[in-house]
């Protein structure tokens, strides 16, 4: 489903130039939890957001679902990646001005979805992670763990084949961290989405199917 070949990504500032990324090569199959690991600054982040086409890499191929990018228009990119990924990030991103239905009904803006049916599947989604009773609320009115269940339901309101999750419990403690990994373990199960997964957290990684460590832009397993 995924697959990314010889990829390097190099940052390149006046002063310094950072190899981030050093050949790395990946296949994640359709239906798989994946999660990587690996000390700060070690290109977790540069690596999920390469495979979720938000960032090119300077070397390499990625393929999603047989597909490759290269001629993909940024317009053509965006369309893509709006119906095949979600995203969550550590620090929620929500819209503040905007309700959690709201938020959650982002995702749909961009594509042929009728007002009625974008609240339809936005309250489904919110069921899904046990908001339903939420919807109206604004996030500064939730809690850490709600914030990112309301991320998780803007992730997942478009039925994305794919998840690509960068440290989504950073910022819970333990008991909202499993609640959300817990949800994100039910979707791999129940809807068979493919799901990778940055974390700190050893024991979130022992619950996924497979562990990729990386090291200096370099993996190590
Ligand atoms: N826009 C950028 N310009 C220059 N260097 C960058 C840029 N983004 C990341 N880097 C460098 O690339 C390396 C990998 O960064 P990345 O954010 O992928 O690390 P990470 O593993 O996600 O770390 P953390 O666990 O702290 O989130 C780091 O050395 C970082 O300084
Ligand atoms: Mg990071």
Known sequence: MIKLSQIEKVYTTKTIETLALNNINLDIMKGEFVSIM??????????LNIMGLLDDPSTGQVEINGE????????QLAKFRNNT???IFQSYHLIN??????????????????????RKLASEALEKVGLANRMKHFPS??????????????????RPQIILAD???G????????EVMDILLKLNE??????????????MAQKTHRLIRLFDGSQVN
């Not at 309700?99 to 049916?117: A, G, Q």
């Not at 939730?142 to 997942?156: C, D, N």
């Not at 910022?171 to 499993?178: A, E, I, K, T």
């Open 38 to 47: 690996g000390p700060s600054g070690c290109g977790k982040s540069t690596l």
């Open 167 to 169: 440290e989504p419990t």
């Open 141 to 158: 009115q939730l809690s850490g763990g709600q914030k990112q269940r309301v991320a998780i339901a803007r992730a997942i309101v478009g």
């Open 190 to 203: 129940q809807e068979d989405t493919t799901i990778v997964m940055v974390t700190h957290d050893e024991s």
């Open 171 to 178: 910022n819970l403690d333990s008991v909202m961290g499993n």
């Open 85 to 87: 990924i979600g995203f």
């Open 68 to 75: 490759s990018f290269a001629r993909f228009s940024d317009k």
């Open 97 to 118: 001005d905007l309700s959690v239905i709201d938020n959650v009904e982002l995702p749909l803006l961009y594509r042929n979805v009728s007002s009625s049916e974008r």
